[in-house]
């Protein structure tokens, strides 16, 4: 494992380019772009303003740069670096700008909801789409660019429109059964739509390309509901996370539960592997220290290591009792994330923030349970191998694969915190972002790996 | 008379003085009033003694009113009386005894009767008095725990009023509560219901804000918002752009239901695939199943004891089921290829059922056989934990005394080859010997020889060995005997000292002037004497002890230790007359000691004498020299 020299970023805008050949960051108002094998600077874009948002367009031949405040969007394109595009959205104001999966046009929403833009870069038309819904996904795309879903509401009632995304031709148009729409999500075949309710209610409602209902799943009322919601890659599963600290996963044919994943304090699986982060801080005599060595000893004593041990049943899990008086508890499951086989879902429940647990879904059983000595930050699987990397806030760098289990010193200097990773879409390397940092982490390839050898 | 004194006299004797006293008192009120008003004597002298003669119920001068009236009375008693009458008239004292007697002892059988009847009846009265007692005390007590028990059934009663007390004031509490309740639901329904209608008034405010908002924007016709371009881009498929049209837009309603059926057919596909595959697994089943069911002729012979097993016992068993089987068989083969070719309702539900159906008929025969096994089991508990262990030992047995014959034929015949082989050899040494004796004859042969030599020199070492040992004990013997004559010797010899020692004391004392102070010392006088008196009988002895020390050094038996007073094996022999002199006393005492002691003995003092012996000697000469050298080389006995 090779970790590469520490780039500056700002406000975590760092994307790899879809084609996986380019790496844009931001720094403050400048978009850097370079080459992800070498690191060399192939462009430099100046924004007006300090960029807030970044995206590359599909085909990874543009760069979005959004800058809220000002409701302004500039687009860079790689192959014309002299070429240049500017939305302003004026008085109205922006507070999110994406592209459509076609890379030629750019939606935005506007301040208050009110509508979403959508420009085209071919033809500098402009439509507006009305009574968007504010809500935690309100827009999707099919996996295959072909249509998007839009949570609107009218009435004080949910609806939910279907878009062609080749010319923005409304396929469907129909009223869902939810109290508070929270949020849509295609299904990675892009023909089941999964809608769910606002959490004072736990209802996921799945429609059909057509708009037909297929399934209502409820699992119970009078509690706060969902949390989170992943459909596993072959569409097969369902995910639902939810605020009583449960997974419930539904299948594709009769949108059934199939069963219920359980996230205990207690672990008492004996099918389980329970890996604990162990760290070891190096032993400092106090007498015999000197301010110099308190100096040499400085980095050392900021970078402890660490170890996973396999811990023996039953384990404590520790829990963080939420408060409840408040809202969003700090309680339930919140995030979730199949790997790109289907075989394993990682889950993470909040009210025990340093664990992140790894599910096997042939097994339907769990697997394995990381528990990490600090709050978990974030966790990705490889988008090629069953191999999950996760981060904590701290120098280290951990995986799971079925194999086993690792912690990674980031040898960055400075104090180099890992606040969020993103694997390249290859999975052989991994982007590591800090708070103004960003390191590049390549893994060991198989050829690499038969050259050891 | 005397027979009723006698018996008023042991009366009081025997029974109890306050039963007879209230028998008497009883009895005496009748008799006085009727019949005997004349007589003078009372009763209370009568029951206090009837010794008093006075006062007595019968006198010389009433005897036959005594008679009469005792007639009277037994009459009246119901006893036959008439023989005591008849031979009333004649004399005063003419009393018939013999009835007289009867009625006597009738009476004092009545009494006793009455007696015991009366001891009864106390025992009965006593032990109804106890009774009563009893139950009196059993009364009262059950009187208290009636009392206990009322108190307590009292107690519970006020226990219960106030819990009934309480469970109405509960209840009052919970209907006041459910009201609140309801009330309370009421309330959050209305402020549901309420906050319901607020937000989505605030929502249509809101929109209505959003709207009119979006309006001025649209009106103003915001300069601001605008899209600035280098210049326009090709779309991303290379593709123009195409106008809206009806055209377009059932163009897209058929690619969305293109992509659908899509979907579905993937779905269907799967579908087929999986259930192709489960119906695969169900024929598979099925087939084994029926092979293991039906008795097949060509089972494999590798199969192991247990399918054996199964397979007789299948063959007892389901003879009834055959027909059933085969044509259950039969259908499902059919309906097997059915289902290959046509996944029809039909031929499903026909497998599912022959399915079934086999499945019954494996699930009742595995439990016949798990009977079957734990019948074995138990058989095998019982009896057939040693059974194969048995076997095998009872082979292996056999195998190691065939081993053992064999092993012994072997030793046998080498035996019998090397008696041949030696004789021969030793034939043919000794002819040689004769003939040439050259050394002619090789190693191999002479060695041989050598060997034979050996072992019969060993043989005849050991006869002559048995030979010693058994002279030596004879030697033993002889000393124990030698020994118990020292000892009775040094006994007589100590007796003569005593006898010499008490004769010169005598003559001593007879000689001694010192006549008064005789009996002062007299105790002490044989000791001081004998202590004076023996250095110097000893003197003369000592000298011959101490040359021959040696020699009675070999001669420490445990018995002949040197006590005071005993007399020296040399001294013994002597008187024996075994040793001529002390000169010569060495050599003859020692031809009787161990003969190690005798061998060190004469080496050191003349070897002459030892050669001499050795070849001079007898018997026991020869036994002695053979002792000595056992260790040494053969060859000097060998000739």
């Known amino acids: ?453 | 008379m005397e027979d009723w004194w006698t018996t008023a006299t042991i009366e009081p004797s025997i029974e109890n003085h306050e039963i007879s006293g209230i028998a008497r008192l009883m009895m005496s009120p009748s008799r006085h009033h009727k019949n005997l008003p004349t007589m003078h004597s009372s009763t209370m002298p009568l029951s206090k003694s009837s010794y008093n003669v006075l006062s007595a119920f019968c006198t010389e001068d009433n005897v036959p009113q005594c008679i009469s009236y005792i007639n009277q009375e037994m009459d009246s008693l119901g006893f036959s009386s008439a023989c005591i009458e008849a031979s009333s008239p004649e004399g005063s004292g003419g009393l018939n005894t013999v009835p007289a007697l009867n009625g006597m002892y009738e009476l004092l059988q009545m009494q006793r009767r009455s007696q015991r009847s009366l001891q009864e009846q106390e025992t009965e009265s006593l032990k109804i008095s106890s009774a009563l007692e009893h139950l009196q005390i059993t009364n009262s007590r059950l009187k208290d725990q009636l009392e206990l028990s009322k108190r307590e059934k009292s107690g519970l009663h006020e226990a219960e009023r106030q819990l009934q007390l309480k469970i109405k004031t509960l209840q009052n509490c919970l209907k006041t509560e459910k009201d609140e309740v309801q009330k309370l639901q009421s309330i959050i329904a209305s402020r549901a219901s309420q906050y319901n209608h607020d937000t989505k008034r605030k929502e249509r405010e809101s929109t209505k804000l959003k709207e009119r908002l979006n309006q001025l924007l649209v009106d103003k016709r915001d300069k601001k918002l605008a899209i600035d371009v280098l210049n326009y881009l090709g779309r991303a498929d290379g593709k123009r752009s195409q106008w809206k049209t009806g055209k377009v837009e059932a163009r897209h309603e058929g690619e969305m239901y293109k992509s659908l059926l899509s979907d579905y057919e993937g779905r269907q596909r799967a579908l087929m695939l999986e259930n192709a595959e489960l119906k695969k697994v169900l024929q598979q089943m099925k087939r084994e199943m029926v092979s293991i069911l039906s008795p097949s002729p060509r089972k494999p012979c590798s199969s192991s004891r247990g399918d054996r097993v199964e397979d007789s016992l299948e063959q007892a068993g389901s003879d009834r089921d055959k027909e059933v089987g085969d044509c259950s068989r039969e259908t499902l083969d059919q309906s097997c290829d059915h289902a290959r070719e046509q996944s029809c309702e039909h031929a499903r539900e026909q497998l599912t059922n022959s399915i079934r159906q086999q499945w019954r008929r494996l699930k009742s025969h595995m439990e016949r056989l798990d009977s079957q096994a734990l019948l074995v089991q138990q058989s095998q508990q019982r009896a057939g934990k040693e059974l194969v262990p048995r076997q095998i030992h009872e082979e292996e047995m056999e195998r190691m005394r065939l081993e053992v014959q064999q092993c012994k034929d072997f030793i046998q015949t080498q035996q019998q080859l090397l008696q041949t082989l030696l004789t021969k050899c030793v034939k043919s040494l000794v002819d040689q010997r004769q003939q040439f004796n050259s050394p002619c004859y090789d190693d191999e042969t002479a060695a041989l020889l050598n060997d034979c030599y050996t072992l019969e020199e060993k043989e005849r070492l050991k006869e002559e060995w048995r030979l010693f040992d058994e002279q030596r004990r004879n030697f033993e013997r002889e000393r124990k005997n030698f020994t118990k004559a020292a000892i009775r010797l040094g006994h007589e010899k100590k007796a003569f000292e005593e006898d010499r020692a008490s004769w010169h004391k005598n003559q001593f004392l007879n000689i001694t002037p010192f006549v008064d102070r005789k009996r002062h010392s007299a105790s002490e006088t044989p000791r001081a004497l004998s202590t004076s008196s023996e250095p110097e009988m000893r003197i003369p002895s000592t000298p011959a002890r101490l040359t021959k020390s040696r020699t009675y050094a070999a001669f420490s038996t445990p018995k002949a230790a040197p006590v005071a007073g005993m007399p020296s094996t040399a001294d013994l022999y002597r008187t024996l007359r075994l040793i001529p002199d002390s000169s010569s006393s060495s050599r003859g005492s020692s031809k009787r000691g161990s003969w190690q002691e005798f061998n060190n003995f004469h080496s050191r003092e003349d070897p002459r004498v030892r050669s001499r012996d050795r070849y001079g000697g007898g018997d026991c000469c020869s036994i002695f020299s053979l002792g000595s050298e056992e260790t040494a080389s053969p060859e000097d006995t060998l000739q």
Request: net charge negative.
């Open chain 1, 1 to 453: 494992m090779n970790f590469s020299e520490v780039l500056k970023q700002s406000n975590q805008l760092c994307r790899v380019s879809p084609d996986g050949k380019y790496l844009a960051t931001c720094v403050q108002y400048r978009l850097v772009v370079r080459d992800v094998n070498t690191l060399q600077i192939l462009h430099l874009y100046t924004c007006l303003d300090q960029i807030v948002h970044m995206e590359w367009s599909s085909d990874s031949l543009f760069v979005l740069c959004a800058m809220y405040k000002r409701g302004l969007v500039q687009v860079w394109s790689l192959e014309q670096p002299d070429w240049y595009c500017k939305i302003d959205e004026g008085s109205i104001g922006l507070v999110s700008s994406r592209w459509s999966p076609d890379g030629r046009h750019i939606l935005n929403t506007t301040e208050f909801h009110l509508r979403v833009t959508v420009w085209s870069l071919c033809t500098k038309a402009v439509s507006y789409i009305k009574y968007p819904k504010a809500c935690q996904k309100g827009i999707d795309f099919s996996r295959d660019g072909c249509y998007m879903a839009l949570a609107e509401r009218r009435d004080c009632k949910d609806y939910v429109s279907m878009f062609v995304c080749d010319d923005w031709h409304l396929l469907r148009h129909f009223e869902t059964e939810t109290q508070d729409l929270a949020g849509v999500e295609w299904s990675p075949n892009g023909c089941v739509l999964a809608v769910w309710d606002s959490c004072l209610e736990y209802k996921v409602l799945l429609y059909s390309l057509d708009g037909r209902l297929l399934s209502t799943f409820s699992a119970y009322e009078w509690s706060l509901g969902i949390k989170s919601l992943a459909w596993s890659p072959s569409s097969q599963f369902l995910a639902i996370g939810s605020y009583d600290e449960k997974v419930r996963i539904l299948n594709h044919i009769t949108w059934k539960k199939v069963t219920e994943f359980d996230h205990p304090a207690t672990i008492n699986n004996t099918k389980a592997v329970i890996y604990k982060e162990v760290e070891r801080r190096p032993v400092v005599g106090s007498a015999d220290l000197s301010i110099q060595q308190h100096i040499t000893m400085g980095s050392t004593l900021f970078n402890t290591q660490s170890k996973y041990e396999i811990c023996p049943l039953p384990v404590q899990v520790p829990v963080v009792k939420p408060d409840l008086d408040r809202a969003n508890p700090k309680v339930g499951v919140s995030s979730m994330a199949f790997s790109s086989d289907n075989r394993y879902l990682a889950t993470k429940n909040d009210n025990m923030a340093c664990v992140v647990w790894v599910w096997d879904m042939q097994r339907l059983g769990l697997l394995a349970v990381l528990e990490q000595t600090s709050a978990v930050r974030c966790f990705q699987w490889d988008p090629r191998r069953p191999r999950l990397a996760l981060c904590t806030g701290n120098a280290k760098l951990y995986l799971w694969s079925p194999a086993g289990c690792v912690s990674v010193q980031v040898p960055a200097e400075g104090g180099f915190q890992v606040q969020s990773l993103n694997w390249h879409c290859s999975g052989d390397s991994l982007i590591l972002l800090g708070k103004e940092q960003l390191c590049l982490c390549y893994m060991e390839t198989e050829e690499e790996e038969d050259n050891d050898k």
